[in-house]
């Protein structure tokens, strides 16, 4: 491990004591942990340039940068999708952005059409009968998300962040876990701390495991953890790790 990654490690003390000893302030509504740390103070995004101006320019100059190379994957993965898998070459699903803000995610397709007119929204699992075949190979890539890097540029997204998470998930997770909506106080990002450390979700203690992580990143957001953070998306691209 690194000594960027030792810096950054989610494992802290205080971090499990925000998740794990929580008690409601009744008279105003925040909540602390056991020692009277407010969790709104302690997950705040520290002020600064970089978290202000920094990180935006950024992203948009790395986005633009990407476009080209970007354009001719997401040209030849949706030919191969027209070809291999019968229906709608993009897919957009609901998810709640910054503010708790709707917006449409668009992603390459890699379900079947209408996988989920007879489930409902379910949690995405291990060799999901509902993927095709080249569905298979671009979450195992994360070339799916490629569609996402128009909605950097739009503002409804960032390059680095807390994943969006479908509003009917957010509903019942805010509900379970003290701090969840704390991860609507930024741009949600097609890459983060919680994607490169953790799978994808599959149930809600991978969800419990994840706030732990974007939490963290809240906290600590700054220029060398997102370069962190993109040096590990790469591994992760390379490796397939986590797809489902």
């Known amino acids: 491990m690194s000594e960027l990654q030792q810096k950054y490690r989610i494992v802290t003390q205080h ?14 509504g925040t909540v602390a942990d056991s020692e009277g740390v407010v969790a709104q103070d302690f997950c705040q995004a520290p002020a600064g340039i970089y978290n202000r101006y920094g990180k935006r320019i950024i992203e948009v100059a790395i986005v633009v940068l990407l476009l080209p190379v970007a354009a001719g994957l997401i040209a030849a993965c949706a030919l191969l999708i027209k070809i291999l898998s019968p229906g709608p070459v993009f897919y957009r699903q609901e998810r709640m952005g910054r503010g708790g803000k709707p917006f449409g995610l668009l992603k390459l397709r890699t379900m079947v059409p209408n996988a989920e007119d007879t489930t409902g929204p379910v949690w995405a699992t291990e060799d999901d009968s509902r993927v095709t075949g080249i569905g298979r190979l671009l979450r195992r890539t994360r070339l799916d998300e490629l569609p996402q890097l128009f909605q950097v540029l739009t503002g409804e997204m960032a390059l680095i962040g807390p994943r ?81």
């Not at 971090?15 to 105003?28: D, F, I, M, P, R």
């Not at 704390?182 to 203690?205: F, K, M």
């Open 164 to 244: 969006p998470e479908r509003p009917q998930f957010v509903r019942q997770l805010a509900r379970d876990l003290p701090f969840y909506r704390i991860r609507l106080s930024v741009r949600p990002g097609i890459t983060g701390w919680a994607q490169v450390n953790h799978h994808y979700d599959s149930c809600s203690g991978d969800v419990y495991e994840k706030l732990r992580y974007d939490l963290y990143y809240i906290r600590h957001l700054s220029f060398g953890l997102d370069m962190e953070i993109l040096h590990r998306t790469l591994g992760v691209i390379i490796h397939g790790t986590g797809a489902r």
């Open 15 to 28: 971090a499990e004591a925000l998740l794990e000893h929580t008690s409601a302030n009744n008279a105003g």
